[in-house]
């Protein structure tokens, strides 16, 4: 693994490699063991879209293994005032030892990667968000032991987050389902690989989608870049909503999780959120592990 670009480029083996380290950096956290895998390192953090979650889980994990983290705002970087990425790239590779992006374009990241001679993490771009889910299938492993099998439904936008959730799901031996409107369907890229799985189902039908399921997960109807289309969304998402009744179709005790930030009854009701927020907040907490991990493996020596 040179790169986290998305979750296409991982391999099952390479999943499993950032679950377990996640898993052993989250119990020495817990126990107070110092891990200073990274002493004496430094990552840069690209923001071209706000972030709570991903700059402070980045700032503060990276402190944690013992090197230092520096938020570059995309408003302050010459990058902001049209210098190529690709010599952005280039420069910042001289001084960086890794560097994490969130931006539009999946190809901006492809293209730092191609041309940086440093590994790049990708920290959300419009098609997809691989330090989520990868902290996503992190506290499902915790709930149920082993992912195999399981069924996760997702409702709502076919967004970065459904992208990438489809991959890491078929790729850990989960069922997955998936229920968007015929508009808002994820990436052809990703349908393209998921159809070759008997345990891939797309549906424009939530009931459909959550029957049975272990895990329902939902995300935004409006993500960063489409805010301005958030009342026509509104109207095409509302049968999309997660809530009681959606929820009676899982299974007893399914889990719920959402990447935040949340929309209270828009994508989710207050209701379900809050039954479920020590599985969301504990999602939320596992982006610190897992993107230890990622950067543990990348930067390590
Ligand atoms: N879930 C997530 O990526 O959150 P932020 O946008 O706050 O980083
Ligand atoms: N799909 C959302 C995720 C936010 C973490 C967005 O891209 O805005």
Redesign the pocket.
């Known amino acids: 693994m040179k790169h986290l670009l998305k979750m296409l480029d991982l391999s099952s083996e390479e999943i499993t490699q950032i679950l377990d380290l996640a898993d052993q950096l989250k119990y020495e956290k817990k126990h107070g063991i110092a891990h200073p895998y990274l002493e004496g390192k430094s990552i840069g953090l690209i923001f071209q879209k706000?972030?709570?979650?991903?700059?402070v889980s980045f700032e503060t994990g990276m402190n944690q293994l013992g090197g230092q983290a520096l938020f570059l705002s995309a408003r302050d970087l010459q990058i902001g005032r049209g210098e190529p990425v690709q010599d952005t790239a280039r420069v910042l590779s001289r001084y960086l030892d890794a560097i994490m992006i969130r931006t539009f374009e999946q190809k901006e990241v492809e293209d730092l990667a191609e041309y940086g001679s440093i590994p790049i993490i990708n920290g959300?771009t419009d098609f997809s968000?691989p330090c989520?889910v990868l902290a996503d299938l992190m506290t499902i492993r915790e709930k149920y032991g082993d992912l195999k099998g399981l069924k996760m439904a997702y409702v709502g936008d076919g967004d970065n987050m459904a992208n990438s959730l489809i991959v890491g799901g078929l790729k850990m031996g989960m069922c997955v389902a998936v229920a968007t409107p015929n508009e808002y369907k994820p990436d052809d890229l990703v349908l393209d690989f998921a159809n070759d799985y008997d345990s891939f189902l797309w549906t424009t039908d939530p009931k459909e989608a959550v029957q049975n399921a272990d895990v329902v997960i939902t995300d935004t109807w409006a993500s960063m870049g489409v805010e301005s289309e958030k009342e026509i969304r509104k109207i095409a998402f509302a049968p999309y909503q997660v809530n009681d009744s959606l929820m009676e179709l899982a299974k007893e005790n399914a889990m719920v999780l959402h990447?935040?930030?949340a929309y209270r009854e828009q994508e989710i009701t207050e209701k379900v959120f809050e039954e479920h927020a020590d599985e969301i907040f504990e999602e939320?907490e596992n982006?610190l592990h897992a993107q230890k991990a990622v950067m543990v493996l990348l930067m390590k020596d």
């Open positions: 706000s972030s709570t979650r991903t700059r959300l968000h989520q990447c935040l930030p939320a982006r």
